[in-house]
């Protein structure tokens, strides 16, 4: 494997940082069931047309490493889809989660096999469920954040989304002073949870706050070295996961299950540990496709404001979403507004626009009720 080298410059040794991307793809998209299920997780949907979000990820990685260099954290059980769908990527750069395990495993255990591979990587940590565009724009701003971990040794840097509206669905970084030297980058003093609408507003009202991404860039080893003080048992753990792959399905279900922003950035960003953090930012259009309601966002609405896709005929009904992925088999909506209607071959939704965060636990119900084959 690629590993960093170093140079001498008049007696100073000057490290060339090799850069990473990891995509982080393991979420199950249970908000978007019944079409996200089983082996066909939301990231593996050609929802957008006829491309994966997992695909679009991919290609926005490849503006800034080539193929041999990004690495996708998945489920074990979608490693033959993922694989299908990015040929590119090299076997070994598939690494497949026993079971989720949140966020924080998700980072830690990559970061571990890069840093195990090549002791300076610096790593671009993204999402595979978001849509972003300009694309310049966003490899402007992971340019930047490179840039900065590659200059400082203790920088988790975060990516900031500049809000365009009080949104109550995304979490909060609370900006602090600007770091010299870079045009966007500033210290991060706070994350913050989803806010209600008043707060939200005051965030936005405020100029200090971005949007808090989900996504990272640092050196590998920094993590680790910030993981091995707040989090001892996982920093082992995934060390000796990366010298060790073979113990991989009795090891990672033991790892704590928790969030990357819970067990490492919001405690660095209240001073814990040697590191600090920094945030970057990203002045892009971003939508997290978490939901029913976030896709259709995104999708195209007809005059009167319906989503439809498949075969549907609609009638004095406005502002719908109405899915069938069943070839010859017709939806008809009359005198409804608001509504959600998802056809399948073996299950159909049926909710409102308005309740489509209650699905989560519905699909809970659903297992339990009639089997795990229906999720």
């Not at 490290?15 to 019944?34: D, E, H, N, Q, S």
């Not at 109550?168 to 989803?194: D, I, M, N, Q, S």
Request: net charge negative; hydrophobic share 45%.
């Amino acid at each position: 494997m690629a590993s960093g080298s170093q140079e001498m410059t008049a007696g100073v040794t000057t490290i060339l940082f090799m850069r990473y991307v990891v995509i982080m793809a393991g979420g199950a998209g249970t908000r978007l069931w019944p079409l996200s299920r089983q082996g066909t997780p939301k990231q593996l949907l050609k929802l957008i047309g006829g491309v994966s979000l997992l695909r679009l990820a991919f290609e926005r990685a490849l503006r800034l490493v080539p193929a041999e260099r990004v690495i996708v954290v998945t489920g074990a059980a979608y490693l033959d889809e993922v694989r299908a769908d990015l040929p590119e990527i090299p076997p070994g750069n598939l690494l497949g989660e026993p079971e989720g395990r949140d966020s924080l495993n998700a980072v830690a255990w990559p970061a571990a096999v890069l840093s195990y591979r090549d002791p300076d990587a610096v790593v671009a940590h993204l999402t595979a469920d978001q849509l972003i565009e300009p694309i310049d724009a966003f490899v402007e701003a992971l340019d930047e954040a490179f840039a900065v971990a590659e200059s400082d040794a203790g920088a988790l840097v975060t990516l900031g989304v500049v809000p365009t509206s009080a949104h109550t669905g995304y979490g909060y970084l609370h900006r602090g002073e600007a770091l010299e030297g870079f045009p966007t980058a500033c210290a991060v003093t706070e994350f913050k949870e989803k806010p209600d609408a008043a707060t939200a507003s005051r965030y936005l009202g405020s100029g200090q706050y971005w949007w808090n991404a989900g996504m990272f860039v640092w050196r590998a080893h920094t993590f680790l070295d910030q993981l091995a003080v707040l989090d001892p048992a996982t920093h082992a753990a995934v060390l000796f996961l990366a010298a060790h792959p073979e113990a991989l399905p009795e090891v990672f279900p033991t790892l704590r299950k928790t969030s990357v922003d819970f067990a490492v950035m919001e405690p660095v960003s209240h001073g814990r540990g040697p590191g600090h953090v920094v945030a970057v930012a990203l002045r892009v259009g971003w939508r997290d496709v978490g939901g029913y309601a976030s896709l259709v966002e995104v999708l195209g609405a007809d005059g009167d404001g319906n989503v439809v896709d498949g075969l549907a005929v609609l009638n004095d009904a406005h502002g719908n979403l109405v899915i069938s992925t069943v070839p010859g088999h017709l939806l008809s909506l009359a005198g409804v507004s608001g509504m959600v209607v998802v056809h399948t071959p073996d299950a159909t939704l049926v909710t409102t626009l308005a309740d489509t965060e209650g699905i989560k636990s519905l699909v809970g119900q659903v297992a339990a009720a009639a089997g795990t084959r229906y999720v």
